[in-house]
């Protein structure tokens, strides 16, 4: 629904009494950039707090002579880029965490990376680092070598100061890194009594890829190559965002089919990541039949990728100024007529959920996210829409083909697992709609715009909505098209921490379907 405009958050500053240096003018739609004296940067979160702005990331870059820290907020589809400058013999910055939980681990990740230290930071535990590096070095600064120097053998993380166990009657669980399935590595140190889950905390990290320092150097082909591999079940919608933030900083955009196309990959995108997580979380409450089921359709769907798109995750089929495949009328006709082929197996499927009760008592109830919590998290995607928080940016910062489009937003309050298991039903839905959309209007003409060299220092910012919610990207080009700077936020950085909360008060078998419904990307953050 059409929300009213916000107060401008420069506006928002200066009632706060604050003094702002510059404002840019929005050079990537939909940012605003604005430039703020670093003894100011936590007041101005506070002010951003209080006016019911969105906190949505935190990244640094490094000019040489200086570093840079820039903090993302949205409201109503704007965003604003908070921007503030440190000189090398002062790297520190008042932190934004007291005001916005969500900013804990995405400022400790900038210190272990940078040197930046976060005055007034409640938890200055290392996030990121882990004992690849040592506590002096720092790998996103510019003259640390991308190979880095490595010791003969990293010692094991043993340290790490996890809150401990307290009361007679309190055990700890650790659960993890390594796990009994082929999940990424991640660490849970539960604390409970008997089976009631007092206490989660979360200890991620353990596949850091150095995604952020890798990109410097990269030409765009090759940026846009390495962003489709942040979280491999979301290379589209990595790989637009970074697309999208690179055109906007050259100046230029993609043809219209282009755009259509990009609809129709990461409408699949969607809708096959959310057949297999509805069949997982069946799955995690013993429900074979929907898991079977799910898999099975989402399976069918995968081998259309690789048919009639040439990849059954779709990797590399977004490319800088627009797209590397294109769709013929018959599989057009092929693509739209699995659509309500799917659908007559979700109609049937639906039945007998509906009419499992055994179902419906592990997840209502289980895992429950209040509206309150999941506001102050800033969760993002299917766990905040399942919580009430009314976002996508496809309908409320629209960029091509979805501008033209009407996009139904699911919105629940009930914030437990079954909630999050039907909006990502209905969101499946809404994705099956807009394909068929896409592909009965879809455009004739070019697939890609000719690449144009962007100057140096020029940056662009994209938000896109993935199948997890909220992707965020930003790419500063150096000399000869060349990257100087990429930052990519997934949403799972965001809402990881929101499994630390519903898990409150749930029994520990109860944690696994806990998990799996908000099934945080664990590449997407580790990056």
Not at 331 to 340: D, G, S
Request: with cysteine; hydrophobic share 40%; proline share 8%.
């Amino acid at each position: 629904m059409p929300q009213p405009s916000p107060v401008p958050f420069d506006s928002l500053l200066q009632e706060a009494g604050l003094t702002i240096q510059r404002v840019q003018p929005s050079p990537w739609p939909p940012a605003q950039v604005i430039d703020l004296d670093p003894t100011d940067w936590a007041r101005a979160a506070a002010a951003a707090h209080a006016a019911q702005w969105r906190w949505a990331g935190v990244f640094a870059e490094d000019f040489d002579a200086f570093l840079t820290v820039n903090a993302c907020f949205v409201q109503h589809g704007r965003y604003v880029l908070l921007r503030t400058r440190l000189g090398l013999d002062h790297l520190e910055l008042p932190s934004q965490t007291p005001h916005y939980s969500a900013a804990d681990r995405p400022e400790r990740h900038v210190h272990d990376l940078f040197g930046i230290t976060f005055t007034g930071h409640p938890d200055p535990r290392r996030w990121t680092r882990h004992q690849a590096w040592g506590a002096d070095e720092f790998p996103l600064r510019r003259a640390f070598p991308v190979a880095g120097q490595p010791p003969a053998s990293t010692p094991p993380d043993s340290s790490y100061p996890f809150l401990r166990a307290q009361g007679t009657s309190v055990h700890e669980i650790p659960v993890g890194p390594i796990h009994a399935g082929i999940i990424e590595p991640g660490h849970f140190r539960f604390q409970v009594i008997g089976e009631t889950v007092l206490h989660l905390e979360e200890r991620l990290g353990y596949v850091h890829k150095g995604i952020e320092k890798i990109a410097e150097g990269r030409d765009p082909a090759g940026l846009a190559r390495l962003a489709g591999r942040v979280s491999g079940d979301t290379t589209v919608g990595h790989a637009w965002a970074a697309c999208l933030a690179m055109e906007r900083a050259a100046g230029l955009e993609c043809p219209p089919r282009a755009a259509v196309i990009r609809g129709i990959l990461a409408e699949r995108e969607r809708v096959i990541n959310h057949l297999w997580d509805l069949g997982a979380l069946c799955n995690d409450v013993g429900f074979a039949f929907g898991f079977y089921q799910f898999g099975r359709l989402r399976e069918l769907w995968l081998r259309d990728n690789e048919d009639a798109l040439g990849h059954r995750l779709l990797m590399d089929r977004i490319v800088p100024g627009g797209v590397a495949v294109d769709i013929a009328p018959p599989v057009t006709e092929r693509l739209h007529q699995a659509i309500p082929a799917l659908c007559a197996e979700l109609d049937e499927l639906l039945t007998i959920l509906d009419a499992n009760s055994s179902l419906e008592d592990r997840f209502i109830g289980t895992g429950f996210l209040d509206v309150a919590t999941a506001t102050a998290l800033c969760a993002l995607g299917f766990v905040g829409r399942a919580s009430g928080q009314d976002f996508d940016v496809r309908r409320d910062a629209p960029y091509a083909p979805y501008d033209r489009l009407t996009i139904k937003v699911p919105v629940e309050q009930q914030g437990d697992v079954a909630s999050r298991f039907w909006v990502r039903y209905k969101e499946l839905r809404t994705g099956l709609r807009l394909l068929e959309q896409l592909l009965r209007e879809l455009p004739a003409g070019e697939l890609r715009t000719a690449w144009q060299t962007p100057p140096t220092g020029a940056a662009g910012f994209a938000a896109v909505e993935g199948w997890r919610g909220e992707i965020l990207s930003y790419v500063r080009f150096g000399v000869n098209d060349t990257i100087a700077r990429y930052w990519p936020r997934d949403p799972s950085v965001i809402n990881w921490p929101a499994l630390e909360q519903l898990v409150h008060d749930n029994i520990v078998p109860d944690f696994p379907v806990c998990n799996k419904s908000v099934n945080g990307s664990y590449a997407g953050h580790d990056l």
